[in-house]
């Protein structure tokens, strides 16, 4: 049964609801654009549930602000991020995705069809809904770090590394994201620090070994961030270096830009009240498949994996998410 009739909402020949306010009925909507986003609408698509995909706030998620992708399948000489997105937008707009720029500021997933508000105004009544909202960049909290934001203190190598040819920078991080940030801007930057908490770093070993072995990488192990400092730009950073315990160090060293690099927080602030999410506020889904504790609602890629994170495995829960809607959505003809 349509659900949109189960409303009592009238209807135009398209299956829109016609009301005073106007809502738009939609019966598959995808919120987020990263490779989960884009492949949940290419297999909607495909299926022919007419899907609509919201944007959101950066338009192709987290991949539009790395480097190059090397591990990417189909991508044998490695692709950058904007490019391998506008691919899987284009491909996704071939069989008939509607993509949409906007941001969903409210949702009321209390009924259905669940309600989604885009850019606090225009209301979409979906019976199904994907969420593929990934996750942002985290900061170490220091008020000095705030102060800085847009005048040297950057979470995105990619995007505000060019400012600092030629300069000394500092990133701080031990994982992955750390590693690529430090070599990204070793390209660019005359030394790189890599401030890292522990004695040890969790990159991988391959993003290791790349910047043990780049000469302009100096890594810091066991300092922590105790301020970022400078007038109207960033002119260093305040380092304390654990000597082991209770002896600790204070260093400070002179760059011009401060790149945070610690791992990232799950976008799921809209779906608190409607949705069961783990401690650290993932989405939690059923073991092996996009289902959220909400029929007809799923979610994909980075906000709701805090474990695997990479942009194939987004992909592919994507592609679960839009089965997943195709069944539960049926055999109706729209
Ligand atoms: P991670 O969670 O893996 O690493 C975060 C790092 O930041 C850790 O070293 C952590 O330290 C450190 N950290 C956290 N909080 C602080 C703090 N307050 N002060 C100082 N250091 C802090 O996040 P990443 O973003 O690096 O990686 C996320 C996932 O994405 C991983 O699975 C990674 O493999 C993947 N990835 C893959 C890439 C690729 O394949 N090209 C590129 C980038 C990421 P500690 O170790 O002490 O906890």
């Given at each position: ?228 400092f ?5 002119e260093g950073v ?14 400070k060293?002179a ?80």
């Amino acid at each position: 049964m349509n659900l949109f009739k189960k409303m009592n909402l009238p209807e135009d020949k398209n299956n829109n609801v016609i009301s005073n306010e106007k809502p738009e009925s939609v019966h598959c909507l995808v919120i987020g654009s990263g490779p989960a986003g884009y492949t949940a609408a290419i297999y909607a698509a495909r299926a022919n549930l007419k899907p609509v995909l919201i944007q959101g706030m950066q338009p192709g998620g987290q991949l539009t602000t790395t480097t190059e992708i090397d591990n990417f399948p189909g991508y044998p000489k490695g692709v950058t991020g904007t490019a391998m997105m506008e691919d899987f937008k284009n491909q996704a707009e071939r069989f008939g995705a509607e993509i949409r720029w906007g941001f969903v500021s409210k949702v009321d997933f209390s009924q259905k069809p669940y309600k989604v508000v885009v850019d606090d105004d225009k209301t979409i009544l979906a019976e199904s809904v994907i969420i593929a909202t990934g996750a942002t960049a985290k900061y170490l909290g220091l008020e000095s770090e705030k102060k800085f934001v847009g005048s040297g203190v950057s979470a995105c190598a990619t995007c505000d590394g060019f400012f600092y040819k030629g300069l000394d920078v500092a990133v701080v991080g031990g994982g992955d994201t750390a590693a690529e940030e430090a070599t990204y801007l070793s390209g660019i930057c005359r030394k790189v620090y890599l401030i890292v908490r522990k004695p040890y770093m969790r990159a991988s070993k391959t993003m290791l070994e790349r910047v043990t072995n780049t000469p302009n990488i100096k890594i810091l192990y066991e300092h922590n961030t105790k301020e970022v400092f400078g007038n109207q730009q960033v002119e260093g950073v305040t380092l304390i270096k654990r000597l082991g315990e209770p002896d600790e160090e204070e260093v400070k060293i002179a760059v011009s830009g401060f790149f945070v690099a610690i791992g990232h927080k799950p976008n799921t602030e809209l779906f608190v009240d409607f949705l069961e999410l783990d401690e650290v506020g993932y989405i939690n889904t059923q073991a092996g498949t996009p289902k959220t504790n909400l029929e007809g609602v799923f979610a994909c890629g980075d906000v709701q994996d805090s474990s695997y994170r990479q942009a194939i495995t987004a992909a592919g829960s994507g592609c679960k998410a839009a089965l997943e809607a195709e069944r539960y959505l049926g055999t109706r003809k729209f």
